[in-house]
């Protein structure tokens, strides 16, 4: 099963919606959004996929729910990200990586992942025809 990482601190960012009031509550609500795209999948990637969700700072206490794994980075989220396409492409499992982030999107790509923006996930993903 391929691999979708999102990088959740850049997702949340990418939309001035007050997220900055309640970064462990926005959290929470995209990674109940992101639900459906294990099954759907994204960006060209057919599901199902596993989606991991990584978070940091504030938004740590955030917990997994079915369907997506969410990874608590221990120091920097970007690492953390870095780490898991490493895995990925070392376990031989095709890899997405969810970020506007320019030097992480340089750093993951060297491990054969992919690299898509916020808005892939920011909207329902479209139903099977």
Request: net charge negative; hydrophobic share 40%.
């Amino acid at each position: 099963m391929n691999r979708v990482i999102v990088d959740a601190a850049n997702v949340v960012g990418s939309v001035p919606d007050g997220w900055w009031r309640d970064r462990r509550g926005a959290t929470e609500r995209l990674r109940d959004a992101l639900v459906p795209f294990a099954s759907a999948g994204v960006a060209g990637e057919p599901g199902p996929v596993e989606v991991v969700l990584v978070v940091e700072g504030a938004a740590r206490g955030v917990t997994a729910v079915p369907g997506v794994r969410v990874e608590p980075a221990p120091g920097s989220g970007d690492d953390r990200i870095v780490e898991l396409a490493e895995e990925a492409a070392r376990d031989g499992v095709g890899c997405v990586v969810v970020t506007a982030d320019r030097e992480l999107r340089l750093r993951v790509t060297g491990y054969g992942a992919r690299c898509v923006g916020p808005r892939t996930v920011r909207e329902p993903p479209d139903e099977p025809a």
